[in-house]
C-alpha cells in the first residue's frame, strides 16, 4: 500500500537531478544546522543568564554571592514566598474546577457541550492582563462590585489570585479533558454489573484513570503563575512576587546580577513541575487498548441538568469578566459616564505610538507563524524520520524539549545577557522585530514542536522505507508524501504561534525598541499610565485578532483542508 501511495506521489521515483545530491550528506548538514539553531536561540541565552547571576555589576566574578545576597534580603525573599502562596492558592481553586468542568463535558450527556468548551477557553486568546484590567472595573476602588471583598482591597494577592484562576482554567481544562477522555467503557460496565455505587466507582475508576492528568494539570497552572508578569504588573499593587522583581531589578535598577538570580530562581520551580511530569508519565500505563470500548454517558436528567449549571455559572464567570473589559473600552468614563464612545480606541491620545504597536505584533505574529511553522515543522521531520546522525538528532530532540521548563521572562533575561552583549556579534539585533519574533518562537517552540512530531508519527514509517528503496531521496517524500498528509496539523501550528505571538508579555518585556514596542507591551504602559480603559481597548483588539485567526482556521478546515483530506475517509459501499 504504501509502495503505491509513494509511487502515485512521485511518478519520477529515480530523477537524476535529485541523486547528484548525496542524500546522508544533505540530512546531515540539516541535522546540523538544526542543532545549531536550537543551541544559538535556547542554549546559549540561558547559559549567558547562568553565568551573569555568577558575576558583580561591575563585571566581576562573585561566585554564589549574589545568591547569599538575596536570600539575606527580607524584601527579596517574601517575594520568593508571595509567588509560592499565590501559586499554590490558585492551584487549589483552578484544578477542582477545571476537574469539574471537565468531567461534565467528558462524562455527562448535558447539552451544548461545544459552546461551553468553545466559551472556556476565551482566556486562551486575549494576554493574561486582561483579566487583572476587568477586575479593577469590577472589584476596583470605583468598580461595581467593590463592596463584596469586604473592605479588602483587590490590588494585591486577592486580586492576583482572582485573576491567575481566570488566565490559568482553559490551560488546566485542555488537559483534564483529554485525560477524561481516554476511558475504557468496558470498567464502567464491569463497575455497573457489578452493582458498584456511584460514588465509589467515581474513587476507584475516574479518579485513578485521571490522576496524571490532575498532577499535569496542577503542575501547568502553578509554573504559569509563578512565571506570569502581566497581572501581577496590572492588578498587584505594592504586593512584589518573582516575575515583577526580576522586571525591578533589570528595568528599574539596573542591577542585572541579581535580575538573573531571580529569574533562575523562578527556573527551578518549573523546572521541578518538569521532572516530576515526566517521571509520572512514565509510570504511567496506557488506558486505551485495541479492545477498549469508548465510553458513551448515559442521559441522567439529574445529574446533566446539575453539570449545565455548573458548567454554566464557571462559563458565566469567564465570559462575564473578560465582557467587562471589553465592555470598559467602550465606555466614556467608568463609572461616571457609561455613555458609548470610540475614543479609547484613538490609541495616539494615550500613546505616543497610536496603533504602530498593534501593527508590529501583527507582523511580528505573522512571522513566527510563517517562518516558525516551517522551522518546526521541517525541525520534527529531521528528528523523526531520517534515520542518519542519530546523536545529532538525540541533541536535537533534548534542545527543542528544553523551553517547555523554562518561562517566558526566564528565557527573555537570557535574551538580555546575550544578544545584548558587546562581545556579540548578533547585537545588532537587539530591539529588533526580528529579535522579538526569534524569542517568541523559541518560547513557544516545544509545544509546536510535540504537536508536529506526534502528527508524524502517526505516518507510518513504511513510506521512508518504500522511498528509500524506490531511490527516492527524503526531500521529495516530505514535499509529496509527509507535508500533504500533515497540512492540517502544519496549519494548526501557524494559529498556535500566531495567537500566543499576539498575546505573548513576559517573554519580550525586555527586548523591545523604540519602534518595536509590541501591542501586549503598550497595555503596561497604559495601565501604568492610568488610561486603563485605553490599555483594555488595546487587550480587546488583540482578543478579536486571535479570535479571528482561530475562526479563519475553522473556515479553512471546513471548505479547505476538509476536502483535500477526503481520500483519507473510507467509501461506505451500498
Known amino acids: 500500500m504504501a509502495r503505491t501511495i509513494v509511487a502515485a506521489a512521485l511518478p519520477e521515483a529515480v530523477p537524476a537531478r535529485s541523486r547528484a545530491l548525496p542524500e546522508n550528506l544533505v540530512g546531515t548538514v540539516l541535522v546540523a544546522g538544526l542543532c545549531l539553531l536550537l543551541v544559538l536561540i535556547i542554549a546559549l541565552p540561558l547559559g549567558t543568564l547562568l553565568i551573569k547571576s555568577l558575576e558583580t555589576p561591575a563585571g566581576g566574578l562573585a561566585g554564589l554571592d549574589n545568591f547569599r545576597t538575596y536570600f539575606s534580603t527580607p524584601t527579596l525573599v517574601d517575594a520568593l514566598l508571595n509567588s509560592l502562596t499565590v501559586a499554590t492558592t490558585t492551584v487549589a481553586i483552578v484544578v477542582p474546577l477545571a476537574f469539574g468542568y471537565a468531567y461534565a463535558l467528558t462524562r455527562t450527556a448535558m447539552r451544548f457541550k461545544g459552546v461551553l468548551l468553545a466559551l472556556a477557553l476565551l482566556p486562551l486568546f486575549a494576554p493574561s492582563l486582561l483579566s487583572g484590567i476587568a477586575l479593577t472595573y469590577i472589584l476596583g476602588n470605583q468598580g461595581f462590585l467593590r463592596g463584596m471583598l469586604f473592605g479588602r482591597t483587590v490590588y494585591g494577592p486577592i486580586g492576583i489570585t482572582i485573576a491567575e484562576c481566570l488566565y490559568s482554567f482553559p490551560h488546566a481544562l485542555i488537559i483534564l479533558v483529554t485525560a477524561l477522555g481516554l476511558s475504557d467503557g468496558r470498567l464502567y460496565e464491569a463497575a ?11 474513587v476507584t475508576v475516574t479518579l485513578p484513570g485521571a490522576r496524571y492528568g490532575l498532577v499535569s494539570a496542577a503542575f501547568v497552572v502553578f509554573t504559569l503563575v509563578v512565571t506570569d508578569f502581566g497581572i501581577p504588573k496590572v492588578i498587584g499593587g505594592q504586593y512584589s512576587v518573582l516575575a515583577t522583581d526580576a522586571y525591578r531589578q533589570v528595568v528599574g535598577q539596573q542591577n542585572f546580577p541579581m535580575g538573573a538570580v531571580v529569574g533562575l530562581l523562578m527556573l527551578v520551580p518549573a523546572v521541578l513541575a518538569f521532572a516530576v511530569d515526566r517521571l509520572i508519565q512514565r509510570r504511567q500505563s496506557s488506558l486505551l487498548s485495541a479492545r477498549s470500548v469508548p ?23 469567564v465570559v462575564a469578566t473578560y465582557g467587562v473589559a471589553v465592555w470598559a473600552s467602550f465606555i466614556r468614563y ?33 512571522s513566527v507563524a510563517g517562518i516558525g511553522t516551517v522551522v518546526v515543522f521541517c525541525g520534527a521531520y529531521l528528528i523523526e524520520k531520517l534515520k542518519l546522525f542519530p546523536t ?50 523559541a518560547h513557544y517552540y516545544t509545544v509546536a514542536h510535540v504537536t508536529a512530531t506526534t502528527a508524524l508519527k502517526q505516518i507510518d514509517p513504511e513510506f521512508e522505507s518504500v522511498s528509500a528503496s524506490l531511490k527516492v531521496p527524503f526531500w521529495q517524500t516530505f514535499r509529496r508524501v509527509s507535508l500533504p498528509i500533515c497540512m492540517p496539523t502544519v496549519l ?82 451500498a
Do not use: C
Open 492 to 573: 494548526e501550528l501557524a494559529v498556535y504561534l500566531f495567537v500566543n505571538a499576539m498575546t505573548t508579555v513576559s517573554a519580550v518585556i525586555f527586548l523591545y525598541g523604540p519602534d518595536t514596542k509590541l501591542a501586549a507591551i503598550a497595555i503596561v504602559h497604559m495601565d501604568e499610565a492610568g488610561t486603563t480603559a485605553t490599555a483594555a481597548a488595546m487587550a480587546s483588539v488583540i482578543m478579536a485578532t486571535a479570535l479571528a485567526a482561530r475562526l479563519l482556521l475553522a473556515l479553512v478546515h471546513r471548505f479547505v483542508i476538509a476536502r483535500a483530506q477526503a481520500w483519507r475517509r473510507r467509501e461506505v459501499s
Open 192 to 202: 455497573a454489573a457489578m452493582g458498584t455505587g456511584r460514588l465509589r466507582t467515581f
Open 392 to 441: 545529532g538528532r538525540a541533541f536535537a530532540q533534548l534542545l527543542a524539549m528544553l523551553p517547555l521548563a523554562v518561562p517566558g521572562l526566564v528565557l527573555g533575561l537570557g535574551y538580555v545577557f546575550f544578544f545584548n552583549a558587546p562581545w556579540n556579534p548578533l547585537n545588532v539585533l537587539y530591539g529588533t522585530l526580528a529579535l522579538l519574533a526569534i524569542n517568541t518562537l
Open 295 to 317: 465510553y458513551e454517558a448515559k442521559p441522567n436528567p439529574v445529574r446533566d441538568r446539575l453539570s449545565l449549571a455548573y458548567a454554566g455559572l464557571v462559563t458565566g464567570v
Open 334 to 366: 467608568w463609572p461616571y459616564n457609561l455613555s458609548l464612545t470610540l475614543d479609547h480606541y484613538d490609541f495616539a491620545a494615550a500613546d505616543a505610538d497610536g496603533w504602530g504597536p498593534y501593527w508590529n505584533s501583527l507582523v511580528m505574529a505573522l
